[in-house]
């Protein structure tokens, strides 16, 4: 809409893309309306908007998918523009024609770009008749034997959502079931189409901005090829690959600006390719919106890429030529999720998200340092229904090396209390020496061992020392909270006598007993000979630790949530479960019980009560943030209990069934 004037800004979406766009609106002036769901009426871009407006439900698709109701509360609060974020109505055709035809502006592309690339499989001809390399597509009814592997991918988004790997014919359907499935939940569009699976490659994305004059910029290139489930985890600018080989920029760049100009596309965008080793590429889609990673471009720039976004829908023309890049930028998603546990997400409270160095938040950085972008806040609760992505941490430095060392600083140690998360795997990655030398590729988990790289990042001997401190620590509190005697160390006696106990339980490691006593010289920890106690308050402990060249101060910090302790200390982060001085055996949970991993919705079972099951045969599928999730038999042995039907709502640790192991007989 050329000529358009912009005052106020409806952001269809939730988060930090809409923290986002709104931080960039308060820049330039502009008011900002949320919508928000039941579920994320206490979200932090609720309370940051001048006008929030309620759509009621939890699930996308009673709230952010109903575009009706967005258009409504645009018009009801006397919004004048809609951004749609990434995600949920982003790509969809219809919404942006919607939002057209009530006489607002859109924030995107044109209706008819969005049609043309919302098709992968349509969108991948037409590049093909426009001289762009691209992977055969090929129709999941005709897929052989000789096509696997193959890559199942959602035609109407992406971020993972409906994709699988297959490499046995016999998965193929119910592969192509599942998928499915997951891509109607998350876009509304069922449609699936399958490609060439390239076990190893490297995931090269163009950013485009173009205006209504003409003008096509390829602002910068990205490497995002380190990924889980087809999901990306660390993404950056500029690629390692690129900068090393010569020649690739230009004709990555030249292949993005034909792209866009086929489809007459304006605003911005990105063209995706995956490329091998030598240089060459292929074109994977065209995602006609802002990316999630997009502000490594815009450290690496200079560039407000929201901004922009607003200048052209308004009309504005962009210069002849982008910025040059400068300097390196990397960002990490950190997601609420146990990479250990086949990735799986995690709900519950955030009672603590601080990180270190963080200059600023949804804005530039003109020099080294770190970025923060994040829906949540302390105290933010995470549920079942949406992504479960905590933040964006960008940093920027002049070279790729002080950006790495930067980034994994910060994430090492931030405070992050109340919901595992894949913290430890990304500073693992950063710090590694094939991540370090740019040898990236989307086989990196399982080139480098996930064990490995979701490992604690605390060694077994910091655990120890902090599993000390949370003693000590809690002692304090203890003497904090007594009536009678309070001055006195917890335990003290002036003769000897038993040390005090107090056990914890560790996610990682299981459970530590910590035998301690006071005396007349200060504190005796069972186990710990030499170590000397500096100081103890119920939130910060010192200890002197001896060393084989003298003792050295190590500081360790302490909050406690009920039962959970977190202690942080630049070991590395420790999390526990304070265990009680009695169990009650109703608490006890029968052998071979399959406990729910995450709250979610029951969506199939997969074995009749009373059948015999292997060990790892499903049992029954989780929905939970837009991702199915199989439960597994953990033992072969019989299906003696189903306490779930279909559609039923599960809490995390619910007994959902039990599997009775029996004796293998000799016939």
Same mark, same amino acid.
């Given at each position: 809409m050329t000529g358009a004037h912009i005052t106020n800004v409806l952001v269809a979406n939730r988060g930090e893309i809409a923290r986002r766009v709104f931080a960039t609106c308060r820049r330039m002036g502009l008011g900002s309306v949320a919508v928000y769901s039941?579920?994320?009426?206490?979200?932090?871009?609720?309370?940051?908007?001048?006008?929030?407006?309620?759509?009621?439900?939890?699930?996308?698709?009673?709230?952010?998918?109903?575009?009706?109701?967005?258009?409504?509360?645009?018009?009801?609060?006397?919004?004048?523009?809609?951004?749609?974020?990434?995600?949920?109505?982003?790509?969809?055709?219809?919404?942006?024609?919607?939002?057209?035809?009530?006489?607002?502006?859109?924030?995107?592309?044109?209706?008819?770009?969005?049609?043309?690339?919302?098709?992968?499989?349509?969108?991948?001809?037409?590049?093909?008749?426009a001289g762009v390399p691209v992977l055969a597509e090929l129709d999941p009814d005709e897929v052989t034997e000789a096509h696997l592997p193959v890559l199942i991918k959602a035609s109407a988004g992406g971020g993972g959502r409906g994709m699988r790997v297959v490499r046995e014919l016999a998965d193929l359907t119910p592969q192509i079931e599942a998928a499915r499935r997951e891509a109607e939940s998350a876009f509304g569009d069922p449609t699936v189409f399958c490609e060439r699976y390239l076990e190893t490659g490297r995931h090269i994305e163009v950013q485009v901005m173009a205006d209504t004059h003409g003008v096509i910029w390829a602002v910068g290139e990205r490497e995002c090829s380190i990924q889980r489930r087809h999901q990306?985890?660390?993404?950056?600018?500029?690629?390692?690959?690129?900068?090393?080989?010569?020649?690739?920029?230009?004709?990555?760049?030249?292949?993005?600006?034909?792209?866009? @100009?086929?489809?007459?596309?304006?605003?911005?965008?990105? *063209?995706?390719?995956? &490329?091998?080793? #030598? /240089? !060459?590429?292929?074109?994977?889609?065209?995602?006609?919106?802002?990316?999630?990673?997009?502000?490594?471009?815009?450290?690496?720039?200079?560039?407000?890429?929201?901004?922009?976004?607003?200048?052209?829908?308004?009309?504005?023309?962009?210069?002849?030529?982008?910025?040059?890049?400068?300097?390196?930028?990397?960002?990490?998603?950190?997601?609420?999720?146990?990479?250990?546990?086949?990735?799986?997400?995690?709900?519950?409270?955030?009672?603590?998200?601080?990180?270190?160095?963080?200059?600023?938040?949804?804005?530039?950085?003109?020099?080294?340092?770190?970025?923060?972008?994040?829906?949540?806040?302390?105290?933010?609760?995470? @549920?079942?229904?949406?992504?479960?992505?905590?933040?964006? *941490?960008?940093?920027? &430095?002049?070279? #790729? /090396? !002080?950006?790495?060392?930067l980034l994994a600083s910060a994430l090492h140690r931030a405070k992050i209390h109340g919901l595992v998360t894949n913290r430890d795997l990304l500073v693992r990655v950063l710090r590694h020496p094939a991540f370090l030398a740019g040898d990236t590729d989307t086989a990196f988990f399982a080139t480098h061992g996930l064990d490995a790289l979701a490992a604690p990042l605390v060694s077994e001997s910091g655990e120890a020392l902090s599993i000390v401190a949370a003693a000590l620590a809690d002692a304090a509190a203890n003497r904090g909270r007594a009536r009678v005697g309070g001055g006195l160390p917890s335990g003290w006696r002036n003769l000897p006598s038993q040390s005090q106990r107090k056990s914890y339980e560790s996610r990682?490691?299981?459970?530590?007993?910590?035998?301690?006593?006071?005396?007349?010289?200060?504190?005796?920890?069972?186990?710990?000979?030499?170590?000397?106690?500096?100081?103890?308050?119920?939130?910060?402990?010192?200890?002197?630790?001896?060393?084989?060249?003298?003792?050295?101060?190590?500081?360790?910090?302490?909050?406690?949530?009920?039962?959970?302790?977190?202690?942080?200390?630049?070991?590395?982060?420790?999390?526990?479960?304070?265990?009680?001085?009695?169990?009650?055996p109703a608490d006890q949970v029968a052998t071979g019980s399959l406990l729910a991993p995450m709250p979610g919705s029951v969506i199939r079972l997969g074995a009749e009560l009373g059948s015999h099951v292997e060990q790892g045969q499903p049992i029954l599928w989780l929905e939970a943030m837009k991702m199915e999730h199989t439960i597994a038999a953990p033992a072969a042995g019989v299906l003696s209990a189903v306490n779930v039907t279909v559609g039923q709502q599960v809490d995390v640790g619910a007994v959902l069934a039990v599997v009775e192991p029996v004796e293998n007989q000799e016939n």
């Open positions: 039941d579920a994320d009426a206490a979200a932090p871009h609720v309370a940051e908007a001048d006008a929030a407006v309620r759509l009621p439900g939890n699930t996308p698709a009673e709230t952010y998918l109903r575009a009706e109701l967005i258009i409504e509360a645009a018009l009801a609060t006397g919004a004048d523009a809609i951004h749609p974020g990434y995600g949920f109505l982003s790509e969809n055709a219809e919404f942006a024609k919607a939002v057209l035809d009530a006489g607002l502006v859109w924030i995107g592309p044109p209706v008819e770009a969005i049609e043309q690339m919302g098709s992968k499989v349509a969108s991948k001809k037409m590049m093909d008749a990306k985890v660390i993404e950056e600018a500029p690629s390692p690959l690129v900068e090393r080989t010569e020649g690739m920029r230009a004709r990555l760049f030249e292949a993005a600006r034909l792209a866009a @100009g086929a489809i007459g596309y304006t605003g911005a965008g990105t *063209v995706e390719f995956l &490329a091998d080793e #030598r /240089g !060459e590429f292929f074109f994977l889609e065209m995602n006609t919106r802002l990316q999630v990673e997009h502000p490594v471009t815009e450290c690496t720039t200079g560039l407000d890429l929201v901004r922009l976004q607003l200048d052209v829908a308004a009309g504005g023309a962009l210069p002849a030529e982008p910025p040059a890049m400068r300097g390196h930028s990397i960002e990490v998603r950190l997601y609420a999720e146990d990479p250990a546990q086949d990735w799986q997400p995690q709900s519950g409270t955030v009672h603590r998200i601080d990180i270190p160095s963080v200059r600023t938040e949804f804005d530039l950085l003109d020099r080294p340092g770190v970025r923060l972008d994040t829906g949540v806040v302390d105290g933010s609760v995470v @549920g079942v229904h949406y992504d479960p992505m905590l933040a964006k *941490v960008i940093s920027y &430095a002049e070279t #790729r /090396g !002080e950006a790495a060392r990682a490691t299981g459970t530590h007993e910590v035998g301690y006593r006071f005396g007349r010289t200060g504190v005796a920890v069972d186990g710990h000979d030499g170590l000397e106690l500096v100081e103890a308050a119920a939130d910060r402990v010192v200890l002197s630790v001896p060393g084989e060249r003298g003792p050295v101060r190590r500081q360790f910090a302490v909050a406690r949530y009920g039962d959970q302790v977190y202690v942080d200390s630049p070991l590395g982060p420790v999390a526990l479960r304070r265990l009680p001085r009695f169990s009650d």
